[in-house]
Structures are given as C-alpha cells and as structure tokens.
C-alpha cells in the first residue's frame, strides 16, 4: 500500500512533442504528490507539485492531472525540449513529517 | 544559499569492510533524509533525522544506521558491505516552518562495493 507505481520506464519524444509519465497509487491517506527532475550527476529536484483538492495544476509547459478517485496522476511536458531530457519520478507523502514514497522514474530523452 | 553537501562523492570499497558518509543540509533545514538510488528500485527510503532524532525508518537491515548531530549534519553508516550495496546514497534536507516538507537533495555519494 505503500507503493506508488510508475509507467512509462523510459520514453522517446520528439522534439515539440508531448511527454506524459503516469503514476498510480493505494494509499488514500496521500496528500501530496509532487514530481522531481534528476539530471545525470545530480540529486532530483522538485519540478512541480500537487495536493489532491485540485485536479490539475499547470506550471510554464509543466502540467500535474490528478485524479483522485482512480488514485492516479500523470505529468504532461508540452513543446518537449531536449533540455528536458532526465529521469523523472512521481512521489507521493502520507502527511508532513512522513517519509515520501518514490516511484522507478522514467527515463525522458527528447530527440532534437 | 548553500545547497546540500554530501561527502565523499565517489568511493570505492570491498565486501565486509564498512562505509561512512555525510551530509551537510541547507543552513536552517533540520530534516535530513537518506535515500539509496539503484537503476532497477528507483529512490528507496533509508531513515529520516530530525533535531538529532530517527523520525522515521525505512525497510533496510540493521547494517545500514544513521545519525544527526546538534548541527543538523548528518552521517549514514554501512556496515558489512555486500555487493548490493552498490548504490547512489542520496541527502536530502528539508525546512520544517510549514509549507509541503520540499526535500532539496545532494548530488549522492556513488558507492561501489567490488
């Protein structure tokens, strides 16, 4: 129940295109999904981020669905850029002070 | 505003031996989170310090134990090392005045065990 599934495992885009990466979850008592970026040599870092009151939450070509009654949540990249390219992973966190719960990531490379 | 320091960066070591590494999180943050990164598991949760107290532990042997000093500077400790330790250990600290708990992470120490 713990767990947070993610698909998917790696994806080609073209350059200009949309990348979309999805995540599922058990646990109801979730309330906060946020998604991170991981360059190569680099720790992750938060990209954007959502609670589950709103159902979508759009941030520059960043865009967060989340639909709380299939316990999913998908993350749209509009106009994908090859600086896009990276290992990006969904979380989700039971509530403040709880550990996050990371997805397997997906491997973005958008092709120029 | 320094980011997260993590210490040393690459090492290298053998079954059996043991292993220490640090993490220095952003002036003020007094969480401290370790994760161990491998390509086939993704991000799995260690154990998370706050104010120099284990608040939370994630599914990993005994081997594996961490600690937090009055600073907030933290150190993980691998004992016995086995070849699957073979992983990126990755920091991450974390302000506690409200907000969503944000983990701003370093750039891991990449520990090989041959």
């Known amino acids: 129940q713990q767990q947070v599934k993610q698909s998917p495992q790696s994806l080609i885009v073209q350059k200009g295109g949309i990348s979309i990466i999805n995540c599922a979850y058990e646990n109801t008592a979730f309330d906060y999904f946020p998604w991170y970026q991981q360059f190569p040599g680099k720790g992750p870092a938060l990209l954007i981020a959502?609670?589950?009151?709103?159902s979508e939450k759009k941030e520059g070509r960043f865009t967060i669905s989340f639909n709380k009654s299939a316990k999913q949540f998908s993350l749209h990249i509009m106009d994908s850029q090859p600086g896009d390219s990276a290992t990006y992973f969904c979380?989700?966190?039971?509530?403040?002070?709880?550990?996050?719960?990371f997805g397997p990531g997906t491997r973005l490379s958008v092709l120029p | 505003k320094a980011g997260v320091t993590q210490t040393p960066r690459y090492l290298i070591k053998t079954r059996g031996q043991q292993v220490t590494l640090s993490c220095s999180p952003i002036s003020g943050h007094r969480s401290v989170s370790w994760y161990q990164q491998t390509p086939g598991q993704g991000l799995q949760f260690l154990f998370e310090?706050?104010?120099?107290?284990?608040?939370n532990k994630g599914n990993f042997p005994g081997r594996f134990s961490g600690r937090q000093f009055s600073n907030s500077r933290s150190e993980m400790n691998v004992s016995t090392l086995e070849l699957g330790d073979s992983a990126l250990y990755l920091c991450?600290?974390?302000?506690?005045?409200?907000?969503?708990?944000?983990?701003?992470f370093g750039e891991g120490s990449r520990l090989t065990v041959l």
């Open positions: 310090y706050f104010s120099e107290t284990q608040r």
């Open positions: 959502i609670r589950p009151d709103v």
């Open positions: 979380a989700a966190r039971r509530d403040y002070g709880q550990n996050f719960v």
């Open positions: 991450a600290s974390s302000g506690i005045n409200g907000g969503t708990g944000e983990l701003f």
